[in-house]
Antibody, heavy 119, light 107 residues
């Protein structure tokens, strides 16, 4: 059974940092591109970032470019999102998701981890 | 960046109704269009990828069509478990933008 389990969310002050983790199981992690997507409370989905299967290529939304870094450790079946210089508008549930066909469509999602940026 | 719009933003329908949701891209995205369903407090679920391909395990009452800039998600006969919010997403070029969503609720 495919599972994605996020962790690392919490309350952080503006300007602070957090690192989110997503542990994958039930599939060959190093064969799949992976994504992060966020959703502010009561709002829609916002794509954040993606990384290719070996970690050599990454893409970001303009709103996080230069502040967030996506990475992966294929030996640990783990995806990461390093979030620096956090802003109030980064407050959201963050989901990791598996790219189904290297096409951008994501077929499995974690349960999400809540990041709250507030003083 | 490619902008995605959806219409309507919400609709009320009855069980058994045929429901159509429209998604439009600000530029041509070929067939790089995906549809998701999300229920409150849950992660999104992939329904349709590449505009018209039904994801494994998704009921055949869901279908997608379109190419270029205009796309449609159709539910042929609405079931109680289909009341949810539906999002389109383009995966033609990063950032992979989502539409604002269409909430389908019970009439």
């Amino acid at each position: 059974e495919v599972q994605l389990v996020e962790s690392g969310g919490g309350l952080v002050q503006p300007g602070g940092s957090l690192r989110l983790s997503c542990v994958a199981s039930g599939f060959t992690f190093n064969s799949y591109w992976m994504h992060w997507v966020h959703q502010a409370p009561g709002k829609g989905l916002v794509w954040v970032s993606r990384i290719n299967s070996d970690g050599s290529s990454t893409d970001y939304a303009d709103s996080v470019k230069g502040r967030f870094t996506i990475s992966r450790d294929n030996a640990k079946n783990t995806l990461y999102l390093q979030m620096n210089s956090l802003r109030a508008e980064d407050t959201a549930v963050y989901y990791c998701a598996r790219d189904a066909y290297s096409f951008g469509a994501t077929d499995y999602w974690g349960q999400g981890t809540l990041v709250t940026v507030s003083s | 960046d490619i902008q995605m719009t959806q219409s309507p933003s919400s609709l009320s329908a009855s069980v058994g109704d045929r429901v159509t949701i429209t998604c439009r891209a600000s530029q041509s995205i070929s067939s790089f269009l995906n549809w998701y369903q999300q229920k409150p407090g849950k992660a999104p679920k992939l329904l349709i990828y590449a505009a018209s391909s039904l994801q494994t395990g998704v009921p055949s009452r869901f279908s997608g069509s379109g190419s270029g800039t205009d796309f449609t998600l159709t539910i042929s006969s609405l079931q109680p478990e289909d009341f949810a919010t539906y999002y389109c997403q383009q995966s033609y070029s990063t950032p992979f933008t989502f539409g604002p969503g269409t909430k389908v609720d019970i009439k």
